[in-house]
């Protein structure tokens, strides 16, 4: 794997298409290329050969028209919080900017739903929701865009309840290989008329078009909300906990697990003092009095599988400081040590091999010696056991590899997948064999039919044809679990 | 459109080749063709050259291995009770009757997932389930298979609250039309890794493989179930109550409006005594506490848009009679005009148009003359509105098709769907491109893609290309709203 090609491997002829239609939007400085060659995560960076910032569907056709006619890789980029490597140039490129598409295109209180330029952050629309008493209900901590959240079907701590991108998003306006702009369905809440372009192209991450806006659905603010603090002995009670309020049908928002690392560097950045034990942090929706009996169940179940004092939160404000200490944990594993980045991992496995998976995964850590902190959208069985690594230490990269491919590779043979909701980008391709066996090659025939000269984000979600390099590829070995 | 050809157009050397593998399960009987040809709808029959009863995923890959050597079309088939033609062989082929492959694969409490085999029924699956408290949501009437369904992404009375089989379905068991077999994805209950493919089968109706396995979402049984009847004096004020029930988040796990004429035959045929104006059939479900709750939310709304006196069930024998009374309201329509067959119209609109869509249909409707009854799932925007047509009066057919026709392009215009929950089946291709648009060629590449012989049940879901056969195709005409 080398660098990119420096800027000048563009043809000139496509650097004058791109300056003629973006003016001063067209850029080749290093400070640009860098910026937007790297993520959130320990991933090298990888600058694109040009950043277009673009303010239209139309200059995005043209942009990829421009970069197709040149054979040009295009890489979509939003605000740049991915964690697997996605907005990399691995094959060098043109950086498509969305984060200037950001209007707030509709919203109709009556339909719940909305529609945005692609560049629009959660925040930003949250913000503007609030007067009408709705919300954007996913939420993967960091603010990240609609466009970016689409194209790695991202989640977050409210999925559980509220569901991820992938039932969240109505419809998608997406610019094609060929510059050509579809629309993948209508608004209407339920249709069957032919494939489901929408879900096609949520989860693509730019490898299949470059989504340019995007519809949503809505949920009105409950009228009441409760949080809660519940610290257990052990992760195990944790998760008994988290399975039994699962299959009892308690229908909470949230139910988040930390270990006593992760609440330990919480209480650190954020200035708290919550208990440096395995830690539930839940909330619930729903009426007034809908709630408390939400919240007196699940007490019953978390105080039978041993649950220490909780601590309960009806006050706004307070329940801010809880999530927003919750969100910055990403921020706080980094305070931990100064000059590392984080390795997030992120598998997903069916809520019955949870407790193994992560049982087995504590010892591996442990053994390992790596500083190591838990955070789990546990409703949903998906967790991420961030790593902190120095990127310049080889060694040190080399030992964390193999250990989140032990980590994968377990998820995958209880029955899970690879990532849960940080995509595939460039760092998990090499699962996808061991995940998805012959179904990949659907996905390769899928690739190649709508992009067949290979310039949308290559790179990204399927790994090259090498045979023989995929982890635990030996001869007739299925990791995957009868079905 | 001519009918199909006889059996002898089967090539012997296929014919010996599939009674090889199946025996007698292979059928090319008058009476077995016959039967595989049609489904419960007006449209007519197709039978197919030859029938194979299949009995496992192995035999599925055989016969399509067979076809495909062959170019000869496969058409899947489960219990036949589709609504849009999807079962006829409109260019000959063999039907693969999936009908024998109704083994529970497993049930797995804790996840709250099953896997069964495609040609178990709801109702199958429902009565194993019972035991353990759990129930299968998806419920469209007529006691279908879970492949069926999942193959025309079906969804029913219950959608409203817990889903389609969009959201349902956890993965599917797919044999493509070289033989091969995939898994769709894992058991995880999210995931970031590739492809949907799970989605881009549900709904593909057979044109891009065939399903033999479907895992599904469980839910749990709810401790408390109240039933309501409410009449209303107009369809507006029944719309205007749901409108308002939904956007103020009330979770109903049910919510059907029928229009005086339905209720009227399903009194006939039912021997019931609901009041002849049209009517919303409710179904709240939760705590004990939280479904009196929400009731009297919901009745509060009600009230306030002129509901008539409303009846509550809290008796599971009368919800039973209630609910079966709504399910036969297909068969109630008939009886109403013997010799006659439902042409169930389906369309789904923004929440924000059904007033408006309905109002006009109706007086389209009322114009008409066709004796019709409506049936709504109106809590997604999802209305049918059945005509009784007798197939061999041309001229009946001829203005139904008109009638038909007019509604769904309304339905676009007003930003909906031509299909809700039926499919495209046969009957629908040519509201295709109104509907979709550019986005229509993206389905014709992954059909071309994945089935390049075109053997996978020819003939449905995408229109042959046959510019300007399209109902509204004038050029430069876009029916769809600006979004």
């Not at 060659?37 to 050969?49: C, L, Q, T």
């Not at 890789?73 to 919080?81: A, K, Y």
């Amino acid at each position: 794997m080398s660098d990119g090609p420096p800027a000048s491997a563009l043809a000139p002829a496509l650097l004058e298409r791109l300056r003629a239609l973006l003016g001063g939007r067209l850029s080749t400085s290093e400070a640009d290329r860098a910026h937007h060659g790297h993520d959130e995560s320990w991933h090298p960076a990888r600058p694109p050969d040009a950043v277009a910032r673009v303010a239209s569907t139309e200059e995005v056709q043209a942009v990829v028209r421009a970069c197709a006619a040149h054979r040009v890789p295009v890489i979509p980029f939003g605000v740049g919080t991915s964690l697997e490597g996605h907005v990399g140039a691995v094959r060098g490129g043109v950086c498509i900017d969305l984060s200037g598409m950001n209007r707030i295109i509709a919203v109709r209180p009556q339909d719940l739903d909305a529609t945005v330029e692609a560049g629009v952050t959660r925040k930003q629309l949250n913000a503007d929701l609030r007067d009408l008493g709705l919300f954007f209900a996913v939420d993967p901590g960091a603010d990240a865009t609609l466009g970016g959240m689409a194209a790695t079907r991202a989640s977050g701590t409210n999925a559980v309840r509220y569901g991820t991108m992938r039932e969240t998003v109505v419809s998608l306006g997406v610019v094609l290989a060929d510059g050509s702009f579809i629309r993948t369905a209508s608004r209407a809440r339920k249709s069957s008329a032919g494939y489901d372009l929408t879900r096609l192209f949520v989860g693509s991450e730019g490898t299949l078009g470059v989504i340019t806006d995007v519809t949503v659905r809505l949920f009105g603010i409950p009228e009441a909300v409760l949080g809660a603090v519940c610290p257990f002995p052990s992760i195990a009670q944790a998760v008994a906990t988290v399975i039994e309020a699962i299959q009892s049908g308690l229908p909470m928002a949230r139910i988040e697990l930390m270990d006593s690392n992760t609440v330990r560097a919480v209480n650190a950045f954020s200035k708290l003092a919550y208990a440096e034990t395995p830690t539930l942090f839940l909330e619930f929706h729903g009426s007034p009095a809908g709630v408390e009996e939400q919240a007196r169940n699940f007490a019953a179940i978390a105080d039978s599988h041993g649950a220490q004092a909780m601590q309960w939160s009806r006050d706004q404000a307070e329940r801010s400081r809880l999530w927003q200490a919750r969100h910055n944990v990403h921020y706080a594993f980094l305070a931990q040590r100064p000059g590392a980045k984080v390795w997030p991992t992120d598998v997903c496995v069916p809520i019955s091999a949870l407790a193994e998976c992560l049982a087995a995964t504590e010892k591996d850590m442990a053994e390992t010696g790596f500083y190591s902190a838990l955070v789990g959208h546990v409703g949903d069985g998906n967790f991420h056991w961030g790593f902190l690594v120095r990127p310049e230490d080889a060694a040190e990269v080399a030992a964390a590899e193999r250990l989140n491919e032990r980590l994968v590779m377990r998820a995958i043979r209880l029955g899970g997948t690879c990532t849960g909701e940080h995509g595939v980008g460039h760092g998990k391709r090499k699962f996808m064999p061991p995940e998805h066996g012959e179904a990949l090659s659907v996905m390769r025939t899928i690739k190649a039919a709508l992009d067949p000269h290979g310039i949308m984000n290559p790179g990204k979600v399927l790994p090259d044809a090498e045979p023989g390099a995929e982890p635990g590829a030996e001869p007739g070995a299925d990791p995957r679990p009868a079905r």
